[in-house]
């Protein structure tokens, strides 16, 4: 399978196509295609989604993907590696990127069509999308600057839909693939901090008692309520280890780990190898 290689940070490019020219690929940044104009088809890991106007699709690195356009296309990229996030300088900031884009593009029960994006935002997004372009072709003072704020917008508004879609109001749920759904949507986007992903914590956000969510859980998942939150961390941390520079020390803070030896042993459990034997072997 073609690999495509990005070194940039940032690469903004508009396409107008009858047919695709692309193989069957993945790649090694982030990619956000927006559907200005066309019709078609576009396979993501085996899945076929058809694509109309306005259509939003989130590519990971791990994902591959291939179009097959039945009318002439209107295409925008937004693709990005984690050079954007920030590896120099406020770790703050990068730490809110990755948690940003490890919501948005790692989530596990997330598919296309799954995303039900409100009509306005849906509206907002395609508006920020112009600006970037017009910032894009236009040179100009802050141009970079404009356009890394109005990425971070989109994401926001993308992010704020992908929770929307699984949130449900506690109260009144009536079928219990809803309730784990929402259960596991809390746990992806809350994994960062510890205290949050307690049993008690849990039990209390969702009005169950310990002993009744840990039961549920694993009866609808098939799997613990830890247990899939250290599998989810383990993701997380394989990610970070490959796709970005941070240092080990870094990844097991930002995941929520109690320090680093705490990181190497859960990793080496599930890997059989160091986070840093991990990184030198892929």
């Known amino acids: 399978m073609k690999r495509f290689k990005q070194y940039l940070p940032l690469e903004i490019l508009e396409i107008n196509a009858d047919r695709w020219e692309y193989p069957l690929h993945n790649h090694n940044y982030f990619e956000i295609i927006f559907i200005k104009s066309g019709r078609g088809t576009h396979t993501i890991n085996d899945i076929v989604y058809e694509y109309s106007p306005s259509d939003i699709f989130l ?3 791990e994902q591959y993907h291939i179009f097959d356009i039945n009318k002439k296309t209107n295409f925008v990229y937004l693709k990005f590696t984690e050079l954007l996030f920030g590896e120099e300088g406020n770790l703050f900031n990068k730490e809110k990127w ?24 849906k509206s907002n997004i395609f508006n920020l999308v112009e600006i970037i372009l017009k910032e894009h072709n236009n040179y100009d ?10 990425l971070s917008l989109i994401l926001n508004l993308i992010g704020r839909n992908i929770f929307n879609s699984y949130k449900v109001d506690i109260k009144s749920i009536e079928h219990e693939n809803s309730r784990v759904n929402d259960i596991l949507s809390y746990i992806r986007l809350n994994v960062y901090n510890s205290e949050k992903m307690k049993i008690e914590y849990l039990a209390e956000v969702f009005n169950m008692s310990k002993n009744y969510i840990s039961i549920f859980f694993k009866k609808q998942t098939g799997e613990s309520i830890q247990k899939y939150i250290i599998n989810y961390r383990m993701k997380l941390a394989e990610n970070r280890l490959l796709k970005t520079n941070s240092t080990i020390s870094e990844i097991s803070y930002e995941l929520g780990f109690a320090d680093e030896s705490h990181f190497n042993r859960q990793f080496k459990k599930y890997h059989n190898t160091t986070p840093g034997n991990f990184r030198v072997k892929k």
């Open 59 to 61: 590519i990971s690195p």
């Open 98 to 121: 990755m948690q940003k884009m490890e919501y948005i593009l790692f989530n596990p029960n997330l598919t296309h069509n799954q995303i039900k994006y409100d009509t306005t935002d």
């Open 141 to 150: 003072s802050y141009n970079d600057e404009i356009i890394i704020d109005t």
